[in-house]
């Protein structure tokens, strides 16, 4: 049974620091081919993807977020740490984390999140 | 930089009815295409991948088409359990969500 949990705080004030922890259990971030991935939810709004980690501990980035965020694991703990600089209110979101699979269909490499924990809200706010 | 769009916003749908749902890349990304479907306070969950293959435990009832620009979900015969927001996401370079369209009771 595959599972993802996310933990840290639940509320961040302007300009602070956010670490994220998620921690998994079902399969193992060694294997080819897997990543975990994080992906947030501003209340009432679409879905956001931020970072990704893979077994081989390549790692991306959203673009537009890159310069604040970085993304690590520890295989041994099934853990992966997301860290965010300089939060602001507009960060305000369910943060999520998803493992992601590559599958083959009809020949070409698909990408997408199979498996996703059920979410923490984080609130920042002074 | 590639856009995506999903149409429409809203569709209200009686139980029993099929279901349409439209998602739009501005560049080609092969069949290189997931949905989700969300209920509200859950997490995502995954119903399609490679534009068209269900995944684990999908019901018949959704099937996805489509190829480079233009994707399409249906809902054969909408069950209650389907009202909610659904999600495309492409993959290129990275992931990138659309804005989701939200099937509703009509």
């Known amino acids: 049974q595959i599972t993802l949990k996310e933990s840290g705080p639940t509320l961040v004030k302007p300009t602070q620091t956010l670490t994220l922890t998620c921690t998994f259990s079902g399969f193992s971030l060694s294997t080819s081919g897997v990543g975990v991935g994080w992906i947030r939810q501003p209340p009432g709004k679409a879905l956001e993807w931020l970072a990704l980690i893979y077994w081989d501990d390549d790692k991306s980035y959203s673009p537009s977020l890159k310069s604040r965020f970085t993304i690590t694991k520890d295989t041994s703990k099934n853990q992966v740490v997301l860290t965010m600089t300089n939060m602001d209110s507009v960060d305000t979101a369910t943060y999520y984390c998803a493992r992601k699979r590559i599958t083959v269909v009809r020949g070409a490499k698909v990408y997408y999140f199979d498996y996703w924990g059920q979410g923490t809200l984080v609130t920042v706010s002074s | 930089e590639i856009v995506m769009t999903q149409s429409p916003a809203t569709l209200s749908v009686s139980p029993g009815e099929r279901a349409t749902l439209s998602c739009r890349a501005s560049q080609s990304v092969n069949s290189n295409l997931a949905w989700y479907q969300q209920k509200p306070g859950q997490a995502p969950r995954l119903l399609i991948y490679?534009?068209?293959t269900r995944a684990t435990g999908i019901p018949a009832r959704f099937s996805g088409s489509g190829s480079g620009t233009e994707f399409t979900l249906t809902i054969s015969s909408l069950q209650s359990e389907d009202f909610g927001v659904y999600y495309c996401?492409?993959?290129?370079?990275?992931?990138?969500f659309g804005p989701g369209t939200k099937v509703d009771i009509k």
């Open positions: 996401q492409l993959y290129t370079n990275w992931p990138l």
């Open positions: 490679g534009a068209s």
